[in-house]
């Protein structure tokens, strides 16, 4: 067969469409169309909505482990931020409690000095403060250890009170301290007038069953005394002034086989938890000493003189 004959065409093994560029052109003036359409007459508004609707479902499942996350990381912020806040509270609520036991403190022992001063001008004795330092280290004895001694002028036997009455007496001098033997010791006894009656008597430390408080001893059966009865320095002994308060009457317990009875009181002052104290000084050591007797032999010749 002459080649001139042979058809040129390319064999139609594919279907043959519109170009490409053709399809570019259609296409971009579908496009252009719609958005003018779109803008003029908003006909995709429907289908948006139909749309939105169909894949919120995956919208929602996709946006989940983000939210999560995202509440994960609010939750420990808020929880490392919410323990910081209560760990400042704390401390703060530590720190005001501490401020205001120490007020307590403050204003107590306010009210103390202010007691103490008040029976100070009470008593015309010469006194000086002076501060507990702390208990004496015998179990089987009351004492304490104030802060001022031989030094200051303390002597021995010096009276201790505090703003509610009497504590004690110095028994022992060191040259910057001093003990104080308290009011309830057993070795202790203290002149006192009941202020009901006027009847004298002598209190002692009760180193029995009442180890804080003091027995008036050697007062008959019949002694006009109650329960509720004070009791104050009578000053006869020469230590304590007169009219300072002791202890009160708690319990009269009737003898039969005893001519005495057995009385019980309760210490007024501080004894287990006084702070600020004052020492007096002894009433003996204020009294002029008794003058000395005269000679025989003056004291005839001046009768015979006067005769």
């Not at 170009?19 to 779109?38: H, R």
């Not at 005001?96 to 007020?103: F, P, W």
């Not at 002149?191 to 002598?202: D, F, I, K, W």
């Amino acid at each position: 067969m002459p080649l001139g004959t042979l058809d040129r065409s390319p064999p139609p093994f594919f279907r043959q469409g519109p170009s490409a560029l053709s399809k570019l052109t259609v296409f971009s003036a579908l496009a252009l169309f719609l958005m003018v359409a779109d803008v003029r007459f908003t006909i995709s508004k429907p289908l948006r909505t139909v749309l939105a609707t169909a894949i919120y479902p995956l919208q929602w499942l996709v946006f989940k482990p983000v939210e999560w996350s995202r509440d994960a990381s609010q939750y420990i912020e808020t929880l490392t931020a919410a323990q910081a806040d209560a760990g400042r509270v704390r401390l703060k609520l530590a720190q005001q409690s501490e401020r205001a036991s120490l007020v307590e403190q403050l204003s107590l022992e306010n009210t103390r000095l202010r007691q103490l001063l008040a029976l100070r001008e009470r008593v015309s004795t010469p006194s000086q403060a002076a501060q507990v330092l702390y208990d004496a280290a015998d179990p089987y004895t009351h004492k304490v250890i104030i802060d001022i001694g031989r030094l200051n002028g303390v002597s021995e036997g010096s009276p201790v009170i505090d703003e509610s009455g009497v504590l004690g007496q110095v028994t022992r001098i060191y040259p910057s301290v001093s003990e104080v033997t308290l009011v309830i010791d057993r070795d202790q006894a203290i002149p006192v007038l009941n202020t009901r009656t006027g009847a004298r008597g002598v209190a002692f430390g009760d180193a029995g069953a009442h180890s804080a408080a003091l027995e008036l001893r050697f007062m008959a059966t019949n002694a006009d005394v109650q329960a509720g009865d004070l009791l104050t320095t009578s000053g006869v002994d020469g230590v304590y002034p007169p009219g300072l308060p002791v202890a009160r009457v708690e319990k009269v317990e009737q003898r039969t086989d005893s001519a005495f009875a057995r009385i019980f009181c309760v210490p007024v002052g501080l004894v287990q938890g006084a702070r600020h104290v004052m020492v007096l000084k002894p009433v003996g050591t204020q009294i002029p000493a008794r003058p000395e007797a005269e000679p025989a032999a003056q004291t005839d010749s001046k009768k015979a003189k006067q005769k």
